[in-house]
Nanobody, 126 residues
Framework: QVQLVESGGGLVQPGGSLRLSCAAS????????IGWFRQAPGKAREGVSG????????YYADSVKGRFTISRDNAKNTVYLQMNSPKPEDTAVYYC???????????????????WGQGTQVTVSS
């Protein structure tokens, strides 16, 4: 059974740090692109970051560039999102998702990503 499980969310102060994890089971991260997406109340889902297993290329939304870092641990079949200097506007439910590299997928809005986790809440507040 293909499954993605996010963890690491919670309450963090502005300027702090938080690391989200996305653990895959039932498949390996090879041949997949993994994306992090978020959705705040009343807003559309948006792409935050992504990483390809083929060449390690990464994607970052302009709003998180320089603050968030995506990484992959193949041995643990897990992708991480390191969130540094979070801002209140980063508050959202964060989801990870997987897409086959051979297909079409878009980090910007999540189209083409077929497997999704259940999400983890991140709240940035003092």
């Amino acid at each position: 059974q293909v499954q993605l499980v996010e963890s690491g969310g919670g309450l963090v102060q502005p300027g702090g740090s938080l690391r989200l994890s996305c653990a895959a089971s039932g498949f390996t991260l090879d041949y997949h692109a993994i994306g992090w997406f978020r959705q705040a109340p009343g807003k559309a889902r948006e792409g935050v970051s992504g990483i390809s297993s083929s060449d390690g290329s990464t994607y970052y939304a302009d709003s998180v560039k320089g603050r968030f870092t995506i990484s992959r641990d193949n041995a643990k079949n897990t992708v991480y999102l390191q969130m540094n200097s979070p801002k209140p506007e980063d508050t959202a439910v964060y989801y990870c998702a997987a897409a086959w590299l051979c297909g079409s997928y878009y980090y910007t809005d999540g189209s083409g990503f077929g497997s999704w986790g259940q999400g983890t809440q991140v709240t940035v507040s003092s």
